[in-house]
């Protein structure tokens, strides 16, 4: 059954294209400011080309991650949400907050912590968003008929990322603690409870797209949190190598960092697993290929390309280098970019009531964008590995590896090139399904 409060999430889904088309702009600044074609220096420069594209990252995925609340949610516990005109509200808020942050990057008012730079003032602006956010969410679910497995690892994975946001508005004036606290809340999120708002948009999908039963499905779900929880938490100490903190955090780090692949090839088996036991028969092939992208792409990008590096004896001479940028495009874009377009892919036809389904744009949208992320990954990676090389083992400076390597980011702007090919046919997929109706949704 479908609820009419669930048109809300169409919103939710749009302001995040929107989001990711800037941050594929800002993308391209910065692949042609490696190359030597700096033009746009003087209005954008790198430093901020990069701000605005790693938090533009973060907010076009937050505001997905609410729209597949926004709908999952209702349906989950059948129940319509306790507000709408207060979700549209904290819409416009958070769309508010990316704008002023832009802005704000662009005359260089920043707080400079990577992925957390937007101003403080704004700080309290989101903070009272996810509450907005979380009031809705919980109060829908307290009022539902039913509580599942699946809305409560979706509901626990969001109301914690609202916690571990927390940590990152203190300040500190010594650098380590500073980096200490900031990492609570980026590698607690990417590499813990965002897996579990993952795991709770793919088990969703996997329950309507295969039609193998709940109970299956939520069981792995247990499997999925507890692998979460065991690695992620201390792996956070991957990041503590050589920041001053202490020399413990080595063989912590070390440890559980290896683990993490773990909770991926966990979520990867679970939805081959699902898909092999299921029926097979959902006419929506285009949201099966994004469901099951996410599970196999995630495990290469964030499980594998993270094991790669994430070693002491390794990461003290990739830290910092364009290998990490290799490892993190792939990781974002496999376990989390993918699982909202997945879910925007499943969503749209039940919003819109148009079953348009397994159009040649759809298939070239997954395929071209899938590859040029994969071509993109490799040249990060040949890149990395000579700079890590020419900078670490010979010591040459950085200016010049710098322009040694410029000649892979021909072949990145190419493949970045197919990927946004690729992003704009599923834009123009997403707009051809028009506008959600109370007739499409009441309908079914």
Request: with cysteine; aromatic share 14%.
């Amino acid at each position: 059954m479908k609820y009419k409060s669930q048109k809300v999430a169409y919103w939710f889904f749009a302001l995040s294209m929107l989001l990711l088309c800037l941050q594929i702009v800002y993308g391209f600044i910065m692949g042609f400011a490696h190359m030597g074609f700096d033009g746009l220096h003087e209005i954008t420069p790198f430093n901020t080309a990069r701000a605005v594209h790693t938090n533009l990252l973060v907010v076009w995925l937050l505001s997905g991650f609410m729209g597949a609340a926004y709908y999952i949610i209702p349906e989950e516990a059948q129940n319509e949400l306790v507000s709408v005109k207060l979700a549209y509200i904290q819409l416009i808020t958070l769309a508010l907050v990316g704008v002023v942050a832009i802005v704000g990057y662009h005359f260089n008012y920043w707080e400079g912590r990577k992925f957390l730079e937007i101003p403080r003032p704004l700080d309290w602006l989101v903070v009272i968003n996810v509450l907005t956010f979380l009031g809705i969410i919980l109060v829908t679910l307290f009022k539902g008929k039913q509580r599942t497995t699946t809305s409560l690892v979706l509901t626990m994975g969001l109301v914690f990322a609202a916690l571990l946001y927390l940590p990152g508005m203190i300040w500190f004036d010594n650098q380590t603690l500073d980096s200490f606290f900031r990492w609570w809340v980026v590698h607690l999120w990417v590499e813990g409870v965002w897996e579990l708002i993952m795991g709770g948009i793919l088990a969703f999908l996997l329950i309507k797209i295969t039609g193998v039963d709940r109970e299956v499905i939520e069981k792995w779900l247990y499997v999925i949190v507890g692998l979460t929880f065991i690695s992620g938490i201390l792996g956070t100490g991957h990041h503590y190598y050589y920041i001053g903190a202490g020399k413990m955090w080595l063989i912590i780090g070390g440890i559980f960092s290896a683990l993490e692949p773990l909770a991926f090839l966990a979520m990867a088996l679970f939805a081959v697993g699902m898909y092999r036991k299921g029926e097979k028969k959902h006419p929506n092939k285009i949201a099966l290929n994004w469901t099951l992208g996410t599970a196999i792409v995630s495990f290469v990008g964030a499980g594998l390309l993270g094991l790669a590096h994430t070693l002491p004896q390794v990461n003290m001479y990739t830290h910092g280098t364009l290998v990490t940028a290799m490892h993190g495009h792939l990781a974002f874009w496999g376990a989390y970019a993918m699982i909202v377009l997945a879910i925007i892919s499943y969503t749209m036809p039940n919003l819109t009531g148009r079953k348009l389904y397994d159009s040649t744009a759809g298939q070239l949208a997954f395929w071209l964008s899938n590859i040029g992320m994969l071509g993109m990954t490799v040249a990060f990676g040949v890149a990395g590995v000579a700079q890590v090389y020419m900078e670490r083992v010979m010591g040459v400076e950085f200016g010049v590896v710098q322009d040694e390597i410029a000649i892979h980011f021909g072949t990145l702007i190419i493949c970045a090139t197919m990927f946004t090919t690729g992003i704009g046919f599923y834009i123009y997929e997403f707009i051809k399904y028009g506008r959600p109706s109370d007739e499409a949704l009441t309908s079914q």
